[in-house]
């Protein structure tokens, strides 16, 4: 008996998911920085993220870019990576990306903030067995009080087990440079 791969089908419907939401998050942002990554996962994984993306175009949800007057960046500790990460997460039901990054911010660091609008708009493409789809990730920014120095981790999913104010970036920050990157355009801007 022969077994049909439908990996590719995932794949295929959840790259037209991504083009649509890409560009419905592109055209609502007036002014917005750019980046791609690639990732080389297992086919399992990519399976799972494949049909995450199906669903709202995200392998990944929503995060924030939370950040001080001063340009201090809130990063917070993800266990299941080992790395320093911004803040958010998965929709839940009908969420919107934007409601669901505020949640994860509050969830996973405590603060609630004053949301600027979609800063960065990511394309990640991933690869495994032969084949390729991508998703976006939706960096929102948002302004928090310069005395906003209680930092609570309430993570339902128990994988942040710390929240913390960076002025220079740890080196096992996941994606540095393009935190760096949005940084110095905005010191331009």
């Not at 199906?54 to 870019?65: L, M, R, S, V, W």
């Not at 310069?146 to 920050?173: G, K, N, Q, Y």
């Not at 994606?175 to 760096?180: H, I, W």
Request: hydrophobic share 40%; aromatic share 8%; proline share 4%.
């Amino acid at each position: 008996m022969t077994t049909v791969d439908d990996l590719w089908f995932l794949a295929d419907e959840a790259s037209q998911q991504a083009e649509q939401t890409y560009h419905r998050l592109a055209q609502s942002a007036a002014e917005v920085l750019e980046f791609e990554t690639e990732k080389h996962v297992s086919r399992r994984r990519f399976r799972t993220v494949a049909s995450r993306i199906e669903g709202n175009g995200a392998p990944y949800g929503a995060h924030t870019i939370a950040c001080r007057p001063s340009g201090d960046l809130l990063l917070v500790r993800h266990d299941g990576v080992d790395l320093w990460v911004l803040p958010g997460g998965e929709t839940d039901g009908n969420e919107d990306f934007r409601a669901a990054a505020a949640r994860e911010l509050q969830e996973e660091a405590g603060v609630c903030a004053a949301f600027d609008g979609l800063g960065m708009l990511g394309r990640v493409t991933f690869h495994a067995d032969g084949h390729t789809t991508w998703g976006v990730l939706p960096l929102y920014e948002a302004t928090v009080a310069p005395d906003e120095d209680d930092l609570c981790v309430a993570d339902p999913d128990d994988e942040i087990s710390a929240a913390r104010w960076f002025d220079d970036l740890p080196a096992d920050t996941r994606d540095r440079e393009v935190l760096r990157r949005w940084r110095e355009e905005r010191l331009r801007g």
